[in-house]
Structure formats: C-alpha cells, structure tokens
Nanobody, 121 residues
Framework: QVQLGESGGGLVQPGGSLRLSCAAS????????MGWYRQAPGKERELVAA???????NYADSVKGRFTISRDNAENTVYLQMNSLKPEDTAVYYC???????????????WGQGTQVTVSS
C-alpha cells in the first residue's frame, strides 16, 4: 500500500499563510500526479490544485494567484503554499496521489486523512 502523510494545517488569520506538505511512502514506482482537494462543511470535495510528474499544474479559479503547488519528485512530496488566505478557504484539505505501484500495472488513486485549515480572525 501507499500512505500519504499530511502536515501543515492549522488556524490562521485572514491574509495569512500556511504551507501544507504531503509525503507519499510505500511501494512506489512513480507518482503520475499529486494534488490537494478540500471539503468545507455542507459542500462537496473540490480540487484545489494538482501537479503532474512533468510539472503541469491546475488550480481552482478561487485560489489562482494565491496558492502555489509544487513537488519534490525525488522525495515523493507535494507542497501547497497558501498565501492571502480567506475565510472561505476554511476546509479540510486532503492530499491525493495517482500512484503507480508496479511497473506492469496502472496507477491507483490514494488519499490522505485530511488536515484542517481554518481561516478566522
């Protein structure tokens, strides 16, 4: 199996910053893509940002210009730098990875346990 360890969540004031980290461990051949999703109370889980092994990124319109996703392929780690945080960013943030665990197999979707981000004054 593959495990995703998340860290960096917490309470921050509006306008502040947080840096989320997610490290994948286990039997990994390659991680095709990694990303962050979030789910606020009463809302569906939504994509925040994603990055492929080649460095292509996608962002939700609501976070463009404020969040930056990056990855360290050698360490199987993805980061989400969140700046200019707003109360509407409050949610549980989940790390996601599309992981190829065997050379002869396709990739499989894995999820972290989630880390709470609360933006409040």
């Amino acid at each position: 199996q593959v495990q995703l360890g998340e860290s960096g969540g917490g309470l921050v004031q509006p306008g502040g910053s947080l840096r989320l980290s997610c490290a994948a461990s286990g039997s990994i051949v390659v991680i095709k893509s990694m990303g962050w999703y979030r789910q606020a109370p009463g809302k569906e889980r939504e994509l925040v940002a994603a990055i492929t092994s080649g460095g292509t990124t996608n962002y939700a319109d609501s976070v463009k210009g404020r969040f930056t996703i990056s990855r360290d392929n050698a360490e199987n780690t993805v980061y989400l730098q969140m700046n200019s945080l707003k109360p509407e960013d409050t949610a549980v943030y989940y790390c996601n990875a599309d992981v190829k665990v065997r050379l002869w197999s396709g990739s499989t979707d894995y999820w972290g346990q989630g880390t709470q981000v609360t933006v409040s004054s």
